[in-house]
Nanobody, 125 residues
Framework: QAQLAASGGGLVQAGGSLRLSCAASGFSLFTIAWFRQAPGKEREFVAAITWNYSVTNYADTVKGRFTITRDNAKNTVYLQMNSLKCEDTADYYC????????????????????WGQGTQVTVSS
């Protein structure tokens, strides 16, 4: 059964690093994205990667600090987060695109049909 499950969140000091994992069983041919939602704020796009690793997309707020990768053999997508800031504090979710074999990594949440549970990231000053 296809499923998405995010893990790896935790408490880290500003300037530190975390690596989130998304177990994406059954989604090796789908674009996978990370979104986040901070308390009292709307959900926002973080990063996305196509099924064949050819295209990645990042929000301007994380570009240069976060890196999205995937290992289809392990059915896992990673989000390496470096130089973390207090404003990165949020629940992080992974999501899979509506269609397979996509060549795009969109930032629009409506492009994603399947969502996993979130993992909490807290960055302290």
């Amino acid at each position: 059964q296809a499923q998405l499950a995010a893990s790896g969140g935790g408490l880290v000091q500003a300037g530190g690093s975390l690596r989130l994992s998304c177990a994406a069983s059954g989604f090796s041919l789908f674009t996978i994205a990370w979104f986040r939602q901070a308390p009292g704020k709307e959900r926002e796009f973080v990063a996305a990667i196509t099924w064949n690793y050819s295209v990645t997309n990042y929000a301007d707020t994380v570009k240069g600090r976060f890196t999205i990768t995937r290992d289809n053999a392990k059915n896992t997508v990673y989000l390496q987060m470096n130089s973390l800031k207090c404003e990165d504090t949020a629940d992080y979710y992974c999501a899979a695109s509506r269609t397979s074999w996509s060549r795009s990594a969109p930032a629009d949440s409506s492009s994603y049909a399947w969502w996993g549970q979130g993992t909490q990231v807290t960055v302290s000053s």
